[in-house]
C-alpha cells in the first residue's frame, strides 16, 4: 500500500487523482521526506526534447550496456498500469494548466531555453499531459547507481514517454546525466536530465526493450562514453 502511495507523486503534481485519492496522499505526504523532496523536483523540472541521432557505441560499451540490462533484469523494476489503481481521469483544463506549472516552473529554474516560446511549451505540456494520463500508460521505477531514482511512463498508443529524475546526486558543470531507449541493443538517446531533477519527453518509443542512464559531458553524446548508472528492462 506504501508502495503504491509512492508512486502517486507524479500524479498528484499534475492534479490527476480522483478526491479520495489526492486526500490519501496528501496523508502520505506528512509522513514521507522522499515523496516531498520529488514533488520539489517536479516542480523544479523543465523539458529539453531529444533531437540528437543516435551513433553506434563502441562495440566493448555497447556490451557493458547490454550486459547491465542483462543483469538488472534479474531484479526487474516495478512495471505499474497507471489506470489499474485509478489514478488517471480524463485529461481537463485544470490538468493541462498543472502541467504548464511544472513547466513554467523548470523554465524559472534555468532549464528550458530563454529562446524556447510560450506555445511551444504548451504544446509541451499538452503531450506531457496525454501521456501521463492515457489508459495504457504504465511506469518502471529504477534506482540510479550514484543516487535517486529515474521513472518512464510510457504509452503505446502515444509512441511516446515521460522520463523524470529524482534526487540525482549533482554533477559538476562539465557534465549531464543522459537517459537512453535500447532497440536491439542499440542505444537512442532520449535527452538529458538536469542535476537534482529533471523530466524528459521522448517520442518513437516503440520497439524498446530497455531505458539506461549514463553520464556525458555537458551537452550529451550522439552515443553512450560511460558505462550505465542506472539500466531498466521495458
Known sequence: M??????????????????????????HLDQCAE?????????LTALRL???????????????????VSATAQERPVVTTLAQHGRIRRAGP???????VLVAAGAIGGYVSEHQRADSLQ??????????????????????????TMRVVASPSHD???VMGSDLKPLDDGHVYQVWAMH?????SLGVL???AGMIYAQDIAGSDAFAVTVEPDGGSPAPTTDPVAAMPA
Open 194 to 196: 538536469g542535476n537534482g
Open 35 to 43: 515523496c516531498r523532496q520529488e514533488l520539489r523536483g517536479f516542480h
Open 160 to 162: 511516446a514517454a515521460v
Open 50 to 68: 531529444a533531437e540528437a541521432e543516435a551513433d553506434t557505441p563502441p562495440p566493448a560499451l555497447r556490451a557493458r550496456l547490454l550486459a547491465e
Open 94 to 100: 485544470r490538468l493541462l494548466v498543472a502541467a504548464s
Open 184 to 188: 536491439d541493443g542499440v542505444p537512442r
Open 2 to 27: 506504501t508502495h503504491d502511495l509512492h508512486t502517486l507523486a507524479a500524479p498528484y503534481a499534475l492534479d490527476a487523482l480522483d478526491p479520495h485519492e489526492r486526500a490519501r496522499f496528501e496523508g
Open 123 to 148: 504544446a509541451d505540456s499538452a503531450r506531457i499531459s496525454a501521456v501521463m494520463v492515457a489508459g495504457d500508460a504504465t511506469m518502471l521505477d529504477g534506482k540510479v547507481r550514484t543516487g535517486g
